[in-house]
């Protein structure tokens, strides 16, 4: 149900194919985010169009509503979201970062207020399983401690060690389902490379279908991250894919690919979207600005996208200064579409051994130095 092949190398890049029950993807690839069962502001088939192979779900978010029973009374995640091809589900392992205020953890587990009515939700790496199962994801995620970016050493060794234990406990339920999902495990250590090293040590040792980068782009900083990602391809197993959690800016996409990562995900296109803020080769266009009223250029000439062959920059602002709907749809629609060219140029790149020289290139068009968002 589960398989993965490096297909080409550039350097420590690598190109790939993920088998899975509903489908191959070929990576490097990113997940949009479809947090509830639902990618914001578009319908599976415009998802599809986009040029979308993976989705992600949040396992927390659906089994506080509508709860994951009532996905499973549904069909499942791919029957609820009607998306045929896969997807992964997090395991709510960030709202033990994001949720702070709300929440209390031990080795045992979590246990949250939810945020939604306040009921207390006990989140145990055993109920995390169940959970996942229940929704039916292709790939899950094991439960894990996410430390903010300025815990100290002695805080990210404690999640170091209680993510190991989890992701152990975490194994030890999938297999008991044995539903053929495939379950990652995710490394963590902060911005400390030995606390890294030791975490990755500890998860290859359960010979997982697959590895996370978890608790980066919490605060952290691109150089930060990139001095953390040089070392993956030197911790991480070679025939198993990478994922790189919550990372979407352009530049750390690039810059993870280089460094061997085979998967990502984010809100950014989406959200981006809804706030008038477009990708484009050339740099980010907020379309809220007056400079836009008259322009009658499509988002970027090089899309082929519905949004870029039917609307213009003009006709995008017009409608965000109306409160039209249909303009986060539209930008929405194309920011997707954006990222799946990126990495299929990505993917073209590595394959024609050249992404150092492409990249550099695609750096200077989208971060000119000294120059600004459009």
């Given amino acids: ?3 993965f092949s490096v297909t080409a190398t550039d350097g420590k890049a690598r190109t790939g194919v993920l088998r899975t029950g509903h489908g191959e993807v070929a990576t490097p690839v990113f997940m949009p985010c479809g947090t509830c ?11 599809r169009d986009t040029g979308t192979q993976i989705v992600l779900a949040n396992a927390y978010h659906l089994m506080l509503r509508p709860g994951a029973d009532a996905v499973a009374e549904m069909g499942g995640l791919h029957k609820m979201m009607a998306w045929g091809g896969p997807i992964l589900t997090d395991s709510g392992g960030y709202q033990v970062f994001s949720l702070s205020s709300l929440r209390k953890i031990s080795d045992a587990g979590v246990v949250f207020q939810s945020h939604i009515n306040g009921d207390t939700v006990n989140l145990t790496p055993e109920k995390c399983m169940d959970v ?3 929704l039916g994801a292709d790939i899950i995620m094991q439960l894990d401690e996410c430390p903010p970016a300025d ?20 194994k030890a339920a999938w297999e008991r389902a044995d539903e053929g999902q495939a379950l990652f495990g995710i490394q963590q250590g902060g911005i400390f490379t030995d606390l890294r090293a030791r975490s ?9 279908p697959g590895y996370a980068v978890g608790g980066l782009s919490v605060g952290e900083g691109h150089e930060k991250m990139k001095a953390i990602l040089e070392h993956t391809d030197g911790q991480f197993p070679r025939g198993k894919p990478r994922y790189l959690m919550g990372v979407g800016e352009p530049r750390d996409i690039i810059a993870a690919v280089a460094c061997g990562i085979d998967m990502m995900d984010c809100v950014i296109p989406t959200r981006n979207g809804r706030n008038a803020q477009a990708f484009t080769w050339n740099g980010r266009i907020k379309l809220r600005n007056a400079a836009f009223a008259g322009d009658t250029k499509p988002l970027d000439e ?10 213009s920059r003009a006709v995008l602002r017009h409608y965000f200064q109306a409160g039209e709907m249909l ?17 299929s140029e990505i993917r073209q790149a590595i394959s ?8 550099r290139k695609w750096m200077e068009q989208m971060y000119p130095v000294g120059g600004t968002d459009l």
């Fill in 200 to 208: 990755i040590e500890s998860l290859v040792e359960l010979d997982l």
């Fill in 132 to 134: 996942q199962t229940r």
């Fill in 37 to 47: 069962g639902a990618v914001k502001g578009v319908t599976p088939d415009q998802l």
């Fill in 352 to 359: 024609d051994g050249q992404l150092q020289s492409r990249s």
């Fill in 327 to 343: 303009a986060a749809t539209l930008v929405t629609i194309h920011n997707l579409a954006f990222f799946s060219q990126l990495m």
């Fill in 151 to 170: 815990a100290d050493k002695e805080q990210v060794a404690q999640a170091v060690k209680r993510s190991a234990e989890w992701a152990g406990r975490c």
């Fill in 1 to 3: 149900m589960f398989e």
């Fill in 302 to 311: 090089k899309c082929t996208c519905y949004t870029c062959r039917n609307f």
